[in-house]
């Protein structure tokens, strides 16, 4: 995994992504995972023909990039963010604490869980940004607490209802689709708002291959998400049973 | 006011979905009757799953919008079951797009959708993106358009149409040939063979390198196609091609089409395209003084 940047003006929002060629292999959407407005970040996994040739290109080397594309997270104020992630979804969100931190009277609770502590995405980073409270939960213990990040959630979701907290609230999550169904799940529970960031096959980016519509809406997810409040999402019948693949066919998760 | 029947079907307007834009699955394409088509096409089915080329597939310009999708789709068992949901779920006529690499393909997959709960059946001889793949491209020769047609018709009662190229000179030929070879319709046109290059990079966008071209640039062309076609044959003609406006489709009427397909509308003027189309349509219809479209259907040729 490695953070590419790239000296274009993007004037992007996390939660967006780009779609990103390389002539000759393929062009495939990446999650914007930082924008200071001179230059911005895709923080990429080497898996595929794509990466690999993107790892092998050095410093000056060039790609194509369009967008931004998408919807991205509300970015409020007055609020206290709680945002929970897995794997990759660590980057965009970590993009977006920073963006709401520098906003007026926002906090961040940073949720961030993996298999274990060598695992664990993005957790350097994530420390050197101030003012967030980082929680770690890692499924053997080896770091932070022990079992999965969507029980730290609920453990402050719970705190949230004792206490009355009067504060608004924003959950927002990124990671393998089924710990975000968790998320939605405690979010429902608790009567929370809540956004997700949804990752189905992409080809176009612009609504009109329609590989990316979703079932029962028959919306694409590439144009009027990727980002998608709860209300939308519970109404996604496919949402953590399957997705589809780049012919179209179904592809069922796997249950955790 | 829209009210269209064709072949026996009635259509609350002549606005139908195209197929390779949206359409892959049962949702995708209620979604597109929600947002105010008549009726909707399919993505054209194959025998076995398809994933399709590499991206770029699809880029999209000011004034036109080319691609390569290379016919992805999911099978025609799967897409089956999708037309299947469909039908539960929206009660709009449906059109079932299908290709293959011969005849004899064709043929069989038509007559898999024989209990399908498609009102038709749309056969794509066309697509400019795969012609690597299959050989001769089938849309240029008269003989191969009336092989298939021949074949397709004697294994499925249902009615069918047949989607031509506007890279055929001959267009009004092939479109004889299909109807005298038994074909229900004539669907007219598929994109038009193109390609664009990026002047950085020095080589074309497209993964594929060629692509079909649709939106605003092929509308003439397509128009001129049916035209031509319409001359040419008694069966009726789906326009299609470039169609982004409610007064593009109002021309194709007067050409000649009984029903519009419209697609790469919704990368111009958003998913609700259609709706904004028909309102068009019945705005210029109601200013000069036009009640139905079978009063100006074919118009142009007086």
Request: charged share 20%; net charge negative.
């Amino acid at each position: 995994m490695s953070t590419f940047y790239f000296d274009h003006e993007l004037k992007s929002a996390p939660g967006q992504y780009v779609m990103l060629w390389i002539p000759g292999i393929d062009q495939k959407p990446f999650s914007i995972a930082d924008d200071d407005g001179a230059s911005f970040g895709l923080t990429i996994f080497r898996r595929g023909a794509l990466t690999e040739k993107l790892f092998e290109m050095g410093v000056g080397g060039r790609v194509g990039i369009s967008g931004s594309y998408g919807l991205g997270f509300s970015i409020n104020e007055n609020t206290r963010y709680i945002l929970v992630a897995g794997g990759y979804g660590a980057a965009p969100l970590a993009f977006l604490a920073t963006k709401v931190l520098a906003r007026k009277n926002n906090s961040v609770d940073f949720l961030i869980g993996a298999r274990s502590a060598d695992q664990l995405l993005y957790e350097e980073k994530l420390a050197n940004i101030s003012n967030l409270n980082l929680r770690v939960a890692t499924d053997d213990g080896s770091r932070g607490t022990r079992g999965f990040v969507t029980e730290i959630l609920e453990n402050i979701c719970k705190e949230i209802r004792a206490s009355g907290e009067k504060k608004e609230i924003l959950i927002a999550t990124c990671g393998p689709e089924m710990m975000e169904k968790k998320v939605l799940d405690i979010a429902n529970a608790y009567n929370l708002p809540c956004e997700i960031s949804l990752e189905r096959f992409m080809k176009c980016g612009v609504g009109v291959c329609g590989q990316c519509a979703v079932d029962p809406l028959g919306i694409c997810v590439c144009q009027t998400g990727p980002v998608l409040k709860k209300e939308i999402v519970n109404r996604i019948t496919e949402f953590g049973k399957y997705h589809r693949d780049k012919c179209g066919r179904k592809i069922f998760f796997n249950p955790h | 006011m829209l009210r269209t029947n064709f072949l026996g079907v009635d259509f609350d307007n002549p606005i139908v979905l195209a197929s390779g834009i949206l359409g892959l699955t049962a949702a995708s394409l209620k979604k597109a009757v929600d947002d105010g088509c008549g009726g909707v096409t399919g993505k054209s089915l194959s025998a076995e799953p398809r994933p399709g080329h590499p991206n770029p597939t699809m880029v999209g310009m000011e004034n036109y919008f080319i691609n390569a999708v290379g016919l992805s789709n999911p099978g025609i068992e799967e897409g089956i079951l999708e037309l299947k949901k469909y039908r539960e779920i929206c009660s709009a006529p449906i059109i079932a797009s299908i290709f293959a690499g011969s005849s004899e393909g064709f043929a069989t997959l038509a007559e898999k959708l024989e209990d399908s709960p498609s009102d038709f059946i749309e056969l794509n001889l066309s697509c400019p993106n795969v012609n690597l793949e299959f050989g001769k491209p089938f849309a240029y020769s008269v003989e191969a358009v009336e092989e298939i047609t021949k074949k397709t018709r004697a294994r499925t009662k249902k009615p069918f149409s047949v989607k031509l190229s506007p890279n055929a000179w001959n267009i009004a030929e092939l479109a004889k040939a299909a109807e005298a070879a038994g074909a229900d319709a004539i669907t007219a046109v598929n994109t038009v063979s193109g390609m664009m290059i990026d002047v950085r990079l020095r080589a074309p966008v497209l993964h594929n390198k060629q692509g079909g071209v649709s939106g605003p640039a092929l509308f003439p062309i397509a128009l001129k196609c049916v035209y031509d076609i319409y001359e040419a044959v008694k069966i009726p003609i789906i326009g299609t091609g470039g169609v982004t406006s409610g007064e593009d489709a109002l021309a194709m009427i007067m050409a000649g089409a009984s029903l519009v397909g419209v697609g790469t509308a919704v990368y111009y003027r958003g998913a609700d395209a259609f709706k904004k189309i028909t309102e068009e349509m019945e705005q210029i219809m109601n200013e000069e003084g036009i009640n139905t479209l079978a009063e100006i259907r074919g118009t142009a040729h007086a």
